[in-house]
Each structure stands twice: as C-alpha cells, then as structure tokens.
C-alpha cells in the first residue's frame, strides 16, 4: 500500500479507537443512568433513588392480582424470583398483562413499601411460537414437574 | 485478474454500464422473495401464542431495523474507502445509501411505535435500544444534511466520510443496547449464539424478508448511484457520448 494511503488507513483507525473508548468510559460512567428500570431487589434493598418517580421491572407473580372495589384499581407483586414488591395501579392494563408476564412499573414507593404506579408497561419475550406449540410445551412442563414429584417426596 | 475487474468496476464509465446490467437480475429476485415472505408472514405462519396475530408486523420491522445497521456500515465502509483511496465511485456509493439507510431506519421506528402501543401499551419510550436506533437517524439525517451543504462534490464526500465513520461507534451500541441495559425491548430472537429462539414456520418469512431487503437496498443504491454519477461526470466524454447514441 502507498505509504500516504496507509496512514490514512491508520489515522481513520486511530479516530475510530479514540472515539469507541471515549464513549465506552461515557456510557460506563452513565451505566445507572442508562438503566430503563430497577428490579425488586435493588428496591427493596434500597439502592433505587426514593423521593422521585422510578420505574420497577419484573415479573408478576402468579395468584397476586387482586382487583379492588372501585374495579379499576389493581394491586399486584412484581419479582425477579429473588424480592418482590407490591405495586397497586389505577387503569387501563396493557393487553398483554397477566401473571407471569414481565412488566415495567413506573410511580413512586409510598410510605408502607408499596410501589404506586402511574404507569404499567407489558415487556414481551424474544420467543415466538404458534399457541399449540406453548401448550405443548406447558404440557410437557407440568408432566415432567409431576413425574418428578413423587421422587422429591421420597427423599 | 479479481484486482483488474475490481479496478475496472471502479472507472465510472464500466461501472454505469455494468450495474445497469446487473439491476434486472436483483430486482427479480428481489420482488419473487418479498412476496413469498408476505404470503409466508401474513397467511402460512401461524399467529404467535402472547401476541396473536399482531407480531406479523416483525415482518417488515425486523428486516428494516437489520437493514438499518447494515446500510449504515456500509456507508461508514464506502466513506472509508473513499477517504484513504480516494475513489469517486465509493464516494457516491456512500452518499446513495444515506437516504436508502434514513428510509430503513424511520420505517424501523415507525412500525416499532406501532408494534408498541398494542403489546407494550406505550408509542414510545426513552429506553436504550429506542433511544440509539432515533440517534442512528439523526446520524443519515446528519449525513444527508452535511452532504447537501457543501457544494463542492469532492469535499463534501470526504466531510461526510468522516462524520459516517464517527457514528459507526453507535452501531454495536444499539446491537448490545438490549444485553447491556435494562430495556422495555426485548433481547434478540435471532441474532444470538444460541438457536434462534422462534418457531421455524415464522423464522422462514422472516429470513425471506431479510434477504428481499437486502436485494431491495442493492437495485435501489445502484440506481441512485447510477443517476449520481452521471450527474457528476456530466462534462465527460463518456456521458456526451452515451446522451447522443439515445
């Protein structure tokens, strides 16, 4: 290669070094900042900032959806399989909310630990499959969870 | 002999009339494949077991958003080559993708917002992976821009170069948002190590879709960098010669 060619190559390289690094240390230096939502864990152990609205994500837990008198508002728990915390909301629920689903909260923790939400997002999953497929998988997932039990009961 | 073809497809005049030969046998293939993808998305594949019906619309989503990036690299590679080589026709290779790239990237956010709303319950969030596919716009907007104010073909596209080469930083950013961050969007389906975690009768459309835009961006970069060389060389020889014998 022409040596004023090759440095041209190396100083286009250089610049696209340069610029990866410095952004890299920035986006580190924002990694907090940059997070769309806290999980239970990090609430519950305090690390979220309180006194100003946040957004809380994870899963709801199954059985925990209890609708109140007035009909519109709802109070459910969100986990990460390891904390979990309660979250009342008053509105439209996304379609895609059930238990078991991943959702993200975003509202305030009020006095007694309960995350009141202003807003109430559905996370869907990478996966897609046709609804037989899901059943059978569900299936075959309860199936294999029975044939276990009576070896779990035994030892 | 590879080097002597590369060579010569880098002379404007074997490249014009090379690529016009060349589009017809994209642009087949290129409409054959997108509709096999929509007949497969829209009519074979069957409907999603959370979403319903209403994923189908990943069809043309996922296909812009990949071809979003790709364009994008391939603007950043031609300017590069442009840059060190200084080669007319990577010059006006990169400059064509700027708006084929801008197209790819709105129609991405678009079509994301209105995927969005039903599933998500929101049009928009400023989460990481939205956020850096809106930057990515602002970037081919950026390029367009900066291209268009310079008068001067030749320093506009080495001004423009090095802008699209600034932003490719920007590309892995929005790849790895959804792995590195908390995101409303979810993780990648297909584009991972493990198996591509979607049933095979959508995987198949999807992948068709893919490939369509692909063809598609390729017939369209060619036109318009066929139009942006005559333009360019329009008080050469060659151009005279080719406007008398129409």
Redesign the interface.
Known sequence: MHPK?KK??YL?LL??VG??IG?GLA?NAF?DN??????PSEVVAGEAPSGHPIRV?GLVSNGSVKRQENGLTVNFDVTDNAKTVTVEYTGI????FREGQGI?ARGKLDDHGVFVAD?????????????????ALKTAHQEGVEGQAPGTAAQ | MISRWFHQLGSPRYFYRFSGRLIPWLAVPCAVLMLAGLYQGLVVAPPDYQQGESYRIMFVHVPSAWMSLFIYMVMAGAGAIALIWHMKLAEVIAISSAHIGASFTFLALITGSIWGKPMWGTWWVWDARLTSELILLFLYLGVIALHNAIDDKRTAARATAILAIVGVVNIPIIHYSVEWWNTLHQGPTVTKFDAPSIDMRMLIPLLLMAVAFKLYYAVVVLMRARCELLERERNTLWVSELAESK
């Open positions: 060619r041209r190559l286009i610049m696209v610029i990866g952004i986006l990694n940059l997070m769309f939502f806290y999980s994500g629920l996304p379609d895609l993200v807003e109430v997002l559905a996370k869907h999953d990478e996966n897609y499959m046709p609804p037989e497929v899901a059943d």
